[in-house]
Nanobody, 122 residues
């Protein structure tokens, strides 16, 4: 078994920064691809970023590229998402995920957190 728990969400103004954290437990996720997704009510879940097990290969959706940074600490079994220059369109529930075949599609992820709300006001 395994669990993922997100934290760090909140209400901020456009241009502010937030750092989301995802704490994993129950198993070691060092061999898993870790990803972040987000979802707005009424819309489909959107891929944000992923990082592979070595921690050096990352990929971001175009809308956050240059503003967000995903990182992981396998020793601590955690993954983070540093979000800078936040925009109102970044408002969503952010989910942490882990998968053996993780990529830009949520289908490749086996474990999901409960989500943390990020609200960016204009």
């Amino acid at each position: 078994q395994g669990q993922l728990v997100e934290s760090g969400g909140g209400l901020v103004q456009a241009g502010d920064s937030l750092r989301l954290s995802c704490a994993a437990s129950g198993r070691t996720f060092s061999s898993y691809t870790m990803g972040w997704f987000r979802q707005v009510p009424g819309k489909e879940r959107e891929f944000v970023a992923f990082i592979i097990r070595n921690g050096y290969d990352t990929y971001y959706t175009k809308s956050v590229r240059g503003r967000f940074t995903i990182s992981r600490d396998n020793a601590k079994n955690t993954v983070s998402l540093q979000m800078n220059s936040l925009k109102p369109e970044d408002t969503a529930v952010y989910y942490c995920a882990a998968g053996t075949r993780g990529g830009v599609s949520g289908v490749g992820y086996d474990y999901w957190g409960q989500g943390t709300q990020v609200t960016v006001s204009s």
